[in-house]
């Protein structure tokens, strides 16, 4: 029989920026892969690549080279209809700077990718829902500007999980929250896990959030590993 292919695996994949001194080899060959349902922290210093890392594999931007595949499809054999598809309905995407319309309340800018979405069923109960959850409720008329920047986070981070996704790509969710919110965001993404078999790859600085997940690893030097723990 042949075995069911992974959620996600990434194999080999490098990147290279182009800098006035050359070529910048951000990622060397990274490594991953993610059943259904698994929950993974990726931690590192600042600029070693988690964002750059998340970007591709929400097929934001292109490897240099290797091989980023979801659900058995290789990214790269994917058309620009396809991609959009696979960003809109499997993962969701939590970016480091949230990326709020600001034109839109709160409300709208969680429903913004169901519009797309005529699978979605009852968006709004569930937007309301999850914007409780996150205690939004009495905020989704509000416009982003007049949000705390934890209370924007956590919007995004609502829109992010609107759709259902497969797998919730998260950099730094928890960035610009106090440990209370912090924890009852890690509380709801975790629950989400469980109910909808959601998987999680989180990049955090916070080791309070990396420790909840069932693996922590650590980019440096252009490569994945698991994260030394100190006894
Ligand atoms: N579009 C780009 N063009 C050129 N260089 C880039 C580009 N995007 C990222 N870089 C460089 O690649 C490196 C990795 O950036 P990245 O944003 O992935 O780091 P990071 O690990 O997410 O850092 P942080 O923890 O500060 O968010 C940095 O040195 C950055 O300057
Ligand atoms: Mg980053």
């Known amino acids: 029989m042949k075995e069911a292919p992974a ?3 990434v194999q080999g994949v490098t990147k290279a920026y182009d800098a006035p001194s050359g070529p910048l080899e951000v990622l060397k060959g990274v490594d991953l892969r993610l059943e259904p349902g698994d929950t993974v922290a990726v931690v590192g210093p600042s600029g070693c690549g988690k964002s750059t890392l998340l970007n591709l ?3 934001l931007e292109p490897p240099t080279s290797g091989v980023i595949a979801f659900e058995g499809r290789n990214l790269q054999n994917l058309n620009s209809a396809e991609l959009a598809r696979f960003r809109n309905r499997r993962i969701g995407f939590v970016f480091q700077f949230h990326h709020l319309l600001p034109q839109c309340s709160v409300l709208e800018n969680v429903l913004v990718p169901t519009l797309v979405n005529k699978d979605a069923i009852a968006p709004r109960d569930r937007a309301r829902k999850l914007l409780d959850r996150v205690g939004l409720s009495d905020r989704e008329d509000y416009r982003p500007g007049r949000l705390s920047g934890g209370e924007r986070q956590r919007a995004a981070v609502v829109r992010a999980l609107i759709n259902e996704p497969r797998l919730l790509l998260a950099d730094e969710p928890t960035g610009s929250l106090n440990e209370e919110s912090a924890g009852q965001l890690v509380r709801l993404l975790l629950e989400l896990n ?10 955090t600085h916070s080791m309070a959030v990396a420790k909840h997940m069932g693996r922590v690893l650590e980019l440096r030097n252009g490569v994945l590993a698991p994260k030394e723990t100190r006894a």
Not at 194 to 203: K, P
């Open 7 to 9: 959620l996600l695996e």
């Open 57 to 59: 594999i929400g097929a």
């Open 194 to 203: 469980h109910e909808e078999q959601m998987a999680l790859l989180v990049v």
